[in-house]
Each structure stands twice: as structure tokens, then as C-alpha cells.
């Protein structure tokens, strides 16, 4: 087996690893320097393949980095802007419907479910139909806090 193969497919593993391991873009780095290598010892070669092997590694190389360049930064982007929230964490932040009256305890509708809320904040009690903003997640019960239009209509 010809030395350039060797290097090239040195260069297709660690481009590989990359897509498995959270390296951070070091061994597409290395994948795409080791298929412009082998390329670049196909070139120097004697072999009677080495004419279109050649210059078929240095392409794959240079498109290998072009593409891990791009989807690293939407990657890297993606995990900037937002950290990932699940579960009840996904709530906070959530308008809700009260479904029974909150004086200061009572229950809310949020996504399909009926949630055991508590009323924080101004805003007295709240009745079925007002919307409250939820604040916190306590085991299973909300903390919740009257929205704007809802705690002045409860307080007038």
C-alpha cells in the first residue's frame, strides 16, 4: 500500500472523530492537512493512480475544510445564543390560564395540563380566564405572577 494512502485515510479518520468527539474543529483541522498531504505525496509518486488520486485528495481536503468551517460556526452559534432548557424548565417565562381562582393558591392550564399554581406579587385574586406569567417551578406546583392587565382588572 502507496505512503499517500496511508496519510489520506489517517485524514478521513480524524475527520470522522471530529463528528464523534467534542474537539472543537482540531481534528477536522488534522483530517482536512492530512488529505491535502496524501494528496500532495500522490502527486510526487510513481504510481500509475497517483495522476488522478493526486488532485482528487487535495479537492476532498479543501471542500472537507470549507464544510467543517461552516458547520462549526453554525454549531458554536447555536449552543451560544440559548442554553438548552427541558422539562419544567421550559415554563418559565410561560403565559398560563387560571382555571380555578388563585387566592393565593389555586390551579393553571399550560400546555395541555392542569398545573397546582401560586399567586406571587400584587394583584389579589385572580379568577378563571385571567392569564398569569410563571415565574418559578417549585416540585409540582408554579409560582406564577398576574399579568399586567390582570393584576390593575383584580385590583380595580
Do not use: C, N
Request: aromatic share 6%; charged share 20%; net charge negative.
Amino acid at each position: 500500500m502507496e505512503f499517500f494512502v496511508v496519510v489520506a485515510l489517517i485524514g478521513v479518520a480524524l475527520l470522522l472523530a471530529e463528528m464523534m468527539l467534542p474537539t472543537g474543529g482540531i481534528l477536522a483541522t488534522l483530517g482536512v492537512l492530512g488529505l491535502i498531504a496524501g494528496g500532495v505525496l500522490a502527486l510526487s509518486s510513481d504510481s500509475s493512480e497517483a495522476d488522478w488520486l493526486g488532485p482528487a485528495l487535495i479537492t476532498l481536503g479543501i471542500l472537507s475544510g470549507i464544510s467543517f468551517y461552516f458547520v462549526t460556526r453554525k454549531v458554536l452559534a447555536a449552543h451560544r445564543d440559548e442554553p438548552v432548557r427541558a422539562g419544567s424548565e421550559e415554563l418559565v417565562g410561560a403565559d398560563a390560564e387560571v382555571r380555578s381562582s388563585l387566592d393565593p393558591e389555586g390551579q393553571v392550564w399550560i400546555e395541555g395540563a392542569l398545573w397546582r399554581a401560586r399567586l406571587v406579587g400584587e394583584g389579589g385574586p385572580l379568577r378563571p380566564g385571567d392569564r398569569v406569567t410563571i415565574e418559578a417551578v417549585d416540585g409540582l406546583t408554579l409560582t406564577v405572577r398576574a399579568e399586567p392587565s390582570q393584576a390593575e382588572k383584580g385590583a380595580g
